[in-house]
């Protein structure tokens, strides 16, 4: 049985809100100043408002500033999370298990020792299997991955990546928008189908001990924006 949504109360959003801001400003210099710049611009022309015209311009400019204030730091805090995310062990199954929609991730299936890892997802798009580490290691890890699931994916489409920064391999900040524009080829029938034959394909133990590190994820805000 699905676990009850926790209520995120508005204190605890305030929180996350401010670590995200801490984590965002330690990560990315520009932050500050175009936070600044997000509540200055507003302010002058909703006193120039105020000034000219009447005080009902008030309110409407705070609720600019917080809009503006609000872009800034989801734009900015993205940047940095990708920044943090790269090189990291594991990162590209921890974002993927924060994007909105319907992905099913299996961090893991595949690693060695050496932290090279290979990770499981399922979506709309297909299968996908995203390998962190070693290219030429990985890339063998890769090659067992599609021969073991090509017998029970039957017709679905599998797509691949090397997550890395060489020519032919894909830059982590580059994952989302990828994945994002992959055709559609399941539907949400066949993506449990799919689902429930790759779990039974997969249950058995495969990562060593100790492969993936501790939770990278930033801030609390980030896991409240996951969607499925």
């Given at each position: 049985?699905?676990?009850?949504?926790?209520?995120?109360?508005?204190?605890?959003?305030?929180?996350?809100?401010?670590?995200?801001?801490?984590?965002?400003?330690?990560?990315?210099?520009?932050?500050?100043?175009?936070?600044?710049?997000?509540?200055?611009?507003?302010?002058?022309?909703?006193?120039?408002?105020?000034?000219l015209w009447s005080w009902i311009w008030?309110?409407?400019?705070?609720?600019?500033?917080?809009?503006?204030?609000?872009?800034?730091?989801?734009?900015?805090?993205?940047?940095?999370?990708?920044?943090?995310?790269?090189?990291?062990?594991?990162?590209?199954?921890?974002?993927?298990?924060?994007?909105?929609?319907?992905?099913?991730?299996?961090?893991?299936?595949?690693?060695?020792?050496?932290?090279?890892?290979?990770?499981?997802?399922?979506?709309?798009?297909?299968?996908?299997?995203?390998?962190?580490?070693?290219?030429?290691?990985?890339?063998?890890?890769?090659?067992q991955e599609k021969r073991r699931l090509?017998?029970?994916?039957?017709?679905?489409?599998?797509?691949?990546?090397?997550?890395?920064?060489?020519?032919?391999?894909?830059?982590?900040?580059?994952?989302?928008?990828?994945?994002?524009?992959?055709?559609?080829?399941?539907?949400?029938?066949?993506?449990?189908?799919?689902?429930?034959?790759?779990?039974?394909?997969?249950?058995?133990?495969?990562?060593?001990?100790?492969?993936?590190?501790?939770?990278?994820?930033?801030?609390?805000?980030?896991?409240?924006?996951?969607?499925?």
């Open positions: 049985m699905a676990k009850p949504q926790e209520k995120v109360s508005f204190g605890q959003r305030l929180k996350q809100i401010g670590m995200v801001f801490q984590f965002t400003a330690k990560q990315d210099r520009w932050f500050a100043p175009l936070v600044a710049a997000a509540v200055l611009i507003p302010l002058a022309l909703t006193v120039v408002a105020v000034i008030l309110p409407i400019g705070i609720l600019f500033i917080l809009l503006a204030v609000l872009i800034v730091l989801n734009l900015r805090s993205n940047k940095a999370m990708m920044n943090a995310a790269e090189g990291q062990p594991g990162a590209a199954a921890q974002i993927m298990e924060n994007m909105r929609g319907d992905w099913r991730v299996t961090p893991a299936v595949s690693s060695t020792t050496q932290m090279d890892m290979v990770h499981l997802v399922i979506g709309r798009p297909g299968v996908i299997l995203l390998a962190e580490g070693n290219p030429q290691r990985v890339r063998g890890l890769l090659g090509s017998k029970v994916i039957g017709s679905a489409p599998l797509h691949d990546y090397v997550i890395g920064q060489e020519e032919g391999e894909l830059p982590i900040r580059k994952l989302r928008t990828t994945l994002l524009r992959l055709p559609r080829a399941l539907s949400g029938k066949d993506v449990n189908s799919l689902d429930k034959r790759l779990k039974a394909l997969t249950a058995r133990p495969q990562m060593p001990k100790g492969a993936i590190p501790k939770n990278m994820r930033p801030p609390g805000a980030f896991r409240q924006s996951r969607g499925r």
